[in-house]
């Protein structure tokens, strides 16, 4: 009788860049950018906080993009 070796799928780890990432993504996502933006924004040294003020401030999502590029 023959033994078959099955093996288990490897887990992808996501490293801490990554992870920082996809976070950031989300976090620009949510205060109202389109996937595009949240991606352009996520991968710049954008600064999230001021995203969030000046969203909460009625900055539009337009101008708020143009201040943060």
Request: aromatic share 8%; glycine share 4%.
């Amino acid at each position: 009788m023959a033994n078959i070796l099955i093996e288990s799928p490897v887990e992808m780890i996501e490293s801490e860049e990554q992870v920082v990432y996809r976070w950031r993504r989300d976090q620009f996502g949510r205060l109202g950018f389109d996937h595009v933006d949240s991606r352009l924004l996520a991968e710049s040294p954008a600064d999230l906080s001021l995203a969030r003020r000046l969203r909460s401030r009625g900055c539009s999502v337009d101008l708020a993009f143009r201040i943060l590029a």
